[in-house]
Nanobody, 120 residues
Framework: QVQLVESGGGLVQAGGSLRLSCAAS????????MGWYRQAPGKQRELVAT???????NYPDFVKGRFTISRDNAKKTVYLEMNSLKPEDTAVYYC??????????????WGQGTQVTVSL
């Protein structure tokens, strides 16, 4: 069984920074594309950033220049460095990854979510 375990959320003032981490554990053998999504109350879940196994990154315009996604393939971990945070960044942030196990090739998984709250 595969788990995506997130950490690093919390409360921060506007202009501050947070770093999220997400590690694939359990029976995960390898990870392909990994990413972060977020969902604010009353809104749909939206893409924040993705990174391929080879390091190709994708960001929507609203986080470009503020957020940086990175990964450690050996640790099967993805990170999200968030700077210049704004109150509108407040949301539950979810880790997402395509993961292979010994018996299952590339299945998509979600983490449980971590709350990020940005105050004025």
């Amino acid at each position: 069984q595969v788990q995506l375990v997130e950490s690093g959320g919390g409360l921060v003032q506007a202009g501050g920074s947070l770093r999220l981490s997400c590690a694939a554990s359990g029976s995960a053998v390898s990870t392909e594309t990994m990413g972060w999504y977020r969902q604010a109350p009353g809104k749909q879940r939206e893409l924040v950033a993705t990174i391929s196994r080879g390091g190709n990154r994708n960001y929507p315009d609203f986080v470009k220049g503020r957020f940086t996604i990175s990964r450690d393939n050996a640790k099967k971990t993805v990170y999200l460095e968030m700077n210049s945070l704004k109150p509108e960044d407040t949301a539950v942030y979810y880790c997402n990854a395509d993961i292979s196990t010994a018996t299952q090739f590339l299945r998509n998984y979600w983490g449980q979510g971590t709350q990020v709250t940005v105050s004025l």
